[in-house]
């Protein structure tokens, strides 16, 4: 783990500015595992400093003696010393949020916490960009109150009737509509390369079919998951605009874009012994049937009966 120590150990200075600063260090402090995190130098009025300096230099001066490890056992806020107590509420780590912005779109940003909270630096950025926090999200089984549980202000919320979801439903839509309109340029370009590329949409919606296919028959369930009719409309769509573009050649392209990934899946899946996640595509029709595939053309040792007889058999060995 990365020192957060500074140099020389003494946790105060005062700089050689022309006009002198007087600076504490203040480290940070990560309550799940006890672990010292990285710190600020923080600008003081001078009395102040010359007041508060040789309390802050014993309260820290002895962190180069203490074990960091990320498996360490946590402190609870109510638990921690006045040292620990102090850096926590300064920077406490980094938390993941879900955002959505003014044009609706949702996404994930990294925060710094202070304690429990946002930075209210933070919290001014995302006024000035004009982001909102997700107010509730669902994750499993879990309905989880982000305001609440990180302290985010009432006015970077969104709006308290806004529906309960998982907000990677909506990321997931997002990617698929980006990649739509990626093949869609692919589409208009007069490159040979963009035609292929053309064709590896197409490849890449198909493989989505089989996956889906595999992990039903195998007792898998696929988050976030299209419906088996949105999906093959969706891939009617893709081949028809290859139609439309390429005419009777379509077909050819698009299967010399198939059988060149399929000669890479095959390789993966056969030296990987079926583990890796790789498919070996069956030919598909425009209303998007296709040929069975095999069960070899999927990842075989990658399924809950293949990954609990493993676990048995290292038990056993072990």
């Not at 005062?14 to 600063?21: D, E, F, G, I, W």
Request: charged content about 30%; aromatic content about 10%; proline content about 5%.
């Amino acid at each position: 783990m990365a020192t957060v120590i500074p140099k020389g150990k003494v946790f105060y200075r005062v700089t050689n500015h022309r006009k002198p600063r007087y600076q504490l260090f203040q480290p940070g402090f990560n309550e799940s595992n006890s672990c010292w995190l990285h710190g600020d130098w923080i600008n003081l009025p001078q009395d102040e400093w010359e007041a508060r300096k040789d309390q802050h230099q014993a309260l820290y001066g002895d962190m180069s003696k203490k074990d960091q490890h990320h498996r360490n056992p946590g402190t609870n806020p109510e638990d921690m010393t006045e040292a620990q107590r102090q850096a926590w509420e300064h920077y406490s780590g980094e938390s993941l949020l879900y955002y959505q912005d003014e044009n609706g779109h949702v996404g994930m940003m990294r925060f710094a916490m202070s304690g429990c909270k946002m930075r209210p630096k933070d919290a001014d950025a995302l006024r000035e960009q004009n982001i909102k926090i997700v107010r509730r999200a669902k994750e499993g089984d879990q309905e989880l109150d982000y305001g609440e549980i990180y302290g985010v202000p009432e006015d970077l919320l969104t709006d308290a009737d806004a529906e309960t979801k998982d907000p990677w439903d909506d990321i997931v839509d997002q990617n698929r509509k980006q990649e739509d309109q990626m093949f869609e340029a692919y589409l208009e370009s007069d490159q040979p390369f963009m035609h292929e590329m053309a064709c590896h949409a197409v490849t890449e919606v198909e493989k989505g079919i089989i996956r889906s296919e595999w992990m039903e028959a195998t007792g898998q369930q696929e988050a976030h998951a299209m419906s088996e009719e949105k999906a093959l409309e969706r891939y009617r769509w893709y081949r028809q605009k290859l139609t439309e573009r390429f005419g009777a050649t379509a077909e050819p392209l698009l299967e010399r874009v198939r059988s060149s990934e399929n000669e890479c899946a095959r390789s993966n899946l056969d030296s990987s012994n079926g583990v890796l996640f790789s498919f070996v595509l069956p030919k598909f029709e425009p209303d998007g049937s296709h040929e069975p595939w095999g069960e070899r053309d999927v990842p075989w040792n990658r399924t809950p009966a293949a990954e609990a007889a493993r676990a048995a058999a290292s038990e056993e060995e072990g």
